[in-house]
């Protein structure tokens, strides 16, 4: 079956970290960007972060630059976000994405719950 | 990174067309034809719905359809049904050096 599947979320206090995992199923990522994409409590979506095929290029947005990290290890099939000093406004669901060449994303994980509480 | 600008509701009654509007600027909606749009149901991860400002996925029925005009996206429901009362985001890519993706800040489709 063709699908992603996030882990890794749980609670932590500020300042705290955690490294939420995106394994893919069902198809080769080798060559496939993800991203990950993240959903306040009752708010809207967010992008957070992309990463191409090889690892070689990232990006952030500012909210999150200099915190977090994207990584992928593709003989695992999964792709990585570590998150470090972490802030009560990251609590989020966290999806991950899978992108096209077309720039939109065309699976989504269910996605993995980040609680941040002080 | 401003969020792209979208009405926080819409709504119609079944059989009838609506539209939700798109705002961006000229460093995303006015400049890329990444466009696209996705459908979310309450508890559900989104589901793309137009891409590249009108492009259907194949299983998305043809009463979804896209635009574009300037800096401003658009989807049109038509025939609504109430199956697609949902939150509906637009999203745009906005760069190439940090990859940013800009997203709208959600519509509120109701079925009345």
């Known amino acids: 079956e063709v699908q992603l599947v996030e882990s890794g979320g749980g609670l932590v206090q500020p300042g705290g970290s955690l490294r939420l995992s995106c394994e893919a199923s069902?198809?080769?990522?080798?060559?496939?960007?993800f991203d990950w994409v993240r959903q306040h409590p009752g708010k809207g979506l967010v992008w957070v972060s992309r990463?191409?095929?090889?690892?070689?290029?990232?990006g952030y947005a500012d909210s999150v630059k200099g915190r977090f990290t994207i990584s992928r290890d593709n003989a695992k099939s999964t792709v990585y976000l570590q998150m470090n000093s972490l802030r009560v406004d990251d609590t989020a669901l966290y999806y991950c994405?899978?992108?096209?060449?077309?720039?939109?994303?065309?699976?989504w994980g269910r996605g993995t719950l980040v609680t941040v509480f002080s | 990174q401003s969020a792209l600008t979208q009405p926080p509701s819409a709504s119609g009654s079944p059989g009838q067309s609506v539209t939700i509007s798109c705002t961006g600027t000229?460093?995303?909606?006015?400049?890329?034809?990444?466009v696209s749009w996705y459908q979310q149901h309450p508890g559900k991860a989104p589901k793309v719905m137009i891409y590249?400002?009108?492009k259907r996925p194949s299983g998305v029925p043809d009463r979804f359809s896209g635009s574009k005009s300037g800096n401003t996206a658009s989807l049109t429901v038509s025939g609504l049904q109430a199956e697609d009362e949902a939150d509906y985001y637009c999203s745009s890519y906005a760069g190439n050096n940090n990859f940013d993706v800009i997203f709208g800040g959600g519509t509120k489709l109701s079925v009345l």
């Open positions: 590249e400002v009108n």
């Open positions: 994405g899978r992108i096209t060449s077309s720039n939109h994303v065309d699976l």
């Open positions: 990463i191409n095929g090889d690892g070689s290029r990232t």
């Open positions: 000229s460093s995303d909606v006015g400049i890329y034809n990444y």
């Open positions: 069902g198809f080769s990522v080798r060559t496939i960007w």
